[in-house]
């Protein structure tokens, strides 16, 4: 919601002639990425992470949180393993491991390492990369 909010002032300020940059500065966005295996997993991993910024470029990162329980009793959620931040340009890479253990279908334990990568940019924008480790 914001992202529109942030487009539409830039748009209005740009139709009535006025700077873009002035537009909407010190504007906060919100994201929540998930990671997941083929064929579905017996449990959840999101990354959720929070912005600021404006014209002049990202103000602020929050430590990212993660959320993370098993769906299915196969699985344990075992907790995080390493979350961090860090600059990348004018951009910033938020990122996360956790470790559940699962057992297969013999009973066997093995370790299942759920990862998320989100470069959350100046403008509201975020890219996102993902994977499973061990699964």
Known sequence: MNRSLVACTALTAALCGAPVATAAPGTCWETTATAAAEGGVPWEYLHRVKWCGGPAGITSVSPPTVQARPTDPTCEWRGV??????????????????????RDAAGEPHQVNPWV???????????????????
């Open 81 to 102: 393993r390493e979350t961090g931040t860090s600059r990348a340009g004018d951009s910033w890479e938020s990122f996360s491991t956790g470790e559940f253990t699962c």
């Open 117 to 135: 990568v989100v470069v959350v940019h100046p403008d509201g924008s975020h890219d996102v990369d993902r994977g499973v480790a061990g699964a």
